[in-house]
């Protein structure tokens, strides 16, 4: 069985670490850790890629124990290229399995046994016992000399931190998607791009990939230049080159100084012919995202037919769908989930693991908004709500400028996408 090139990953392996580069081109390093085997690894690796793209993956391993040909299907099972994957698929448990029989044979295979030795405490182990709470009545006790262990809400929203705080080998992508205009997929956007770039050292990138009038640029800070996505075209391949440097990408786009994302804008003063973005020219610029960027959340447009939508579909791990607690809006992403599933097979996995947010965008509306999060529980992966906050209902886009239970549930939001990675 021969798969086409762009389904195709490397890996070289030296000892414990290795260089795999992905079906995009993409390299990144890997390394085993002491009780890590490092091809056990790398076959997970290449299944990340097989689910993401919706296809077995064709494996090619070169280095100090041989050269080696795999088929690495969606679900991690590896079989020879020669054979269908179906016939000839090894379980990664059953792998491990025969790792560790092989090890018990060389350990068995010495004339004189030697003992193990007693296992020992590690003196740099992380400390178990939860830091003393910041806030409410525990920190006035703590600042007082009296620490308190944190509460049920702290420690999910410290969990919450370290799980949006994590880096990943290579780039990761999001799509905040709904066909109808006004649910919020902006402020999704923006507000994602938020808790990753602060909690995770910046990196992010939110892109409004919309032909129609897109608002991200107008609801989030301008940098020094008034470019547009128009302008990153033609110079992709400058910075895609080796000579092209990380600060050479802050000409098009616009940093967000607290928030610390940056902004790849559209033009909204354009009519949608003038912008459209063919699928070619969307895989260039997301080379150039992924170059660039550790996370990319892109703000799509309502036009579920123009070609830069669905090649957005087809290049992120996780779709993301706002909706306002109206009846209108939520039937819109219910339609757009069973739209998806009935497309292929990758689109059925992202909408089937996708995460729903509702937002109460009034106050008397926070009755519809269990009502509505029920209809999707049990048909996504997760499914969270926002409360009603001034600040998000027009203006700027800011993070700190939002009430303490908003934020930590857009860090919910966010935690659940990252879940999802």
């Not at 090619?60 to 124990?65: F, L």
């Not at 060389?106 to 182990?125: H, V």
């Not at 909706?323 to 209108?328: D, Q, V």
Request: aromatic share 6%; net charge negative; glycine share 8%.
């Amino acid at each position: 069985m021969s798969l086409d090139t762009n389904l195709r990953a490397y890996a070289t392996v030296t000892g414990p670490t290795a260089t795999f580069t992905t079906p995009d081109g993409k390299s990144e390093p890997i390394a085993a850790g002491r009780h890590e085997d490092i091809r056990q690894m790398i076959v997970q690796r290449a299944a990340v890629e097989a689910r993401r793209t919706g296809t077995p993956v064709e494996l090619i391993t070169s280095g100090d124990r041989g050269d080696h040909q795999l088929l690495v299907s969606i679900d991690g099972a590896i079989g020879p290229i020669s054979e269908p994957v179906a016939a000839a698929s090894i379980d990664l448990e059953q792998l491990r399995e025969e790792v560790r029989e092989k090890t018990q044979e060389r350990d068995t295979s010495s004339d004189e046994p030697t003992p193990e030795p007693p296992a020992r405490p590690s003196f740099i182990a992380p400390a178990t016992v939860g830091e003393p709470s910041q806030s409410g009545w525990r920190g006035l006790l703590a600042r007082l000399g009296l620490p308190v262990g944190p509460s049920q809400v702290e420690r999910e929203r410290s969990e919450n931190e370290r799980v949006v705080s994590q880096q990943w080998a290579g780039c990761r992508t999001l799509a905040v998607v709904n066909g109808k205009g006004g649910v919020g997929k902006t402020m999704t956007t923006a507000m994602i791009a938020a808790v990753f770039a602060r909690n995770g050292g910046g990196n992010v990138l939110a892109w409004d990939n919309n032909d129609t009038r897109g608002t991200l640029g107008w609801r989030t800070e301008q940098g020094l230049y008034d470019t547009t996505v128009r302008d990153l075209l033609p110079a992709a391949e400058v910075l895609l080159a080796p000579t092209a440097s990380v600060s050479d990408i802050a000409r098009f786009v616009h940093h967000q100084s607290v928030d610390r994302y940056d902004v790849l804008r559209s033009n909204p003063e354009l009519l949608a012919t003038d912008q459209r973005i063919a699928q070619a020219e969307f895989d260039l610029l997301m080379h150039v995202a992924a170059r660039y960027y550790r996370l990319v959340a892109f703000d799509s447009g309502n036009d579920e037919s123009a070609d830069r939508w669905l090649r957005m579909i087809d290049s992120s791990y996780q779709l993301v769908l706002p909706t306002l607690a109206a009846p209108e809006s939520a039937e819109s992403a219910a339609l757009l989930l069973d739209a998806l599933r009935g497309r292929d097979k990758r689109s059925r996995r992202l909408a089937n693991d996708a995460v729903v947010v509702v937002t109460q965008s009034e106050p008397s509306a926070q009755a519809n908004v269990q009502r509505i999060a029920d209809g999707f529980r049990g048909q996504v992966r997760a499914v969270e709500t926002i409360p009603f906050d001034p600040a998000l209902k027009s203006g700027q886009l800011r993070f700190e400028r939002l009430r303490p239970a908003t934020r930590d549930a857009w860090l919910r939001v966010s935690a659940a996408v990252a879940r999802g990675f």
